[in-house]
């Protein structure tokens, strides 16, 4: 059985699969100097290059990083991401409509907005626009029960993840299979499938 931990700040359990990602978190958005998206670009080619996924990169409404540097941090990225045919992970807080409006024109491959705690309906709206979601650990936690009800009502692909949770990526996947009623093992081809989908377009 294989279990994938699509997005992971820890060390991952011997025998996981995680995807090398490489990106500008918004949180960092005002300690990047770059003056162009040529000069971002090619401060960070190397690491872009090699990355299988662009990000964790996005918006976030909440931090104290500075709105317009963020976009414009992003919009970098995502031009990256489109000449690279690679998919992103998204960190998405509070700003679901301007990143719905930011996925329009981009013909690259799926986004996926990782530690998901939105609804099912918000799920579906993003899947539309060519747009995933990750689960974490939020799914452990027994007063989230809005996550659980929008996994088990998520009939889109999605992923699994451990994100900076001291859980194991083996523990989100005993909840999830837990919430949707299903055993591991199918869980795991499940998880597998969509991991391919999301590098198959």
Known sequence: MVLIDFHTH??????????????????????????????????????????????????DKVCKCDWQTQLRLFDWQIRI?????KPMVIHCVRAFNE??????GHTGRIWVVHGFTGS?????????????????AA???????????????????FLLETDESDAGIADVYRAASETLGIDIERLSDTIKQNYIALFGQ
């Open 120 to 136: 099912a309906q918000l799920a579906a709206q993003l899947f539309r626009a060519g747009i995933w979601v990750s689960y974490g």
């Open 10 to 59: 820890r060390k991952t359990a011997e025998g996981v699969v995680t995807p090398r990602s490489f990106g500008i978190h918004p949180w960092r958005a005002d300690e990047e100097d770059a003056t162009s998206p040529e000069a971002f670009r090619e401060a960070y080619g190397k690491e872009f290059d090699e990355a299988e996924i662009i990000g964790e990169c996005g918006l």
């Open 81 to 85: 991401a489109d000449e690279l045919r």
């Open 99 to 104: 990143l719905l409006e930011l996925r329009k």
């Open 139 to 157: 799914l452990l936690d027994p007063k989230r029960q809005k996550v659980r009800n929008s996994l088990r009502d998520n009939p889109y692909p």
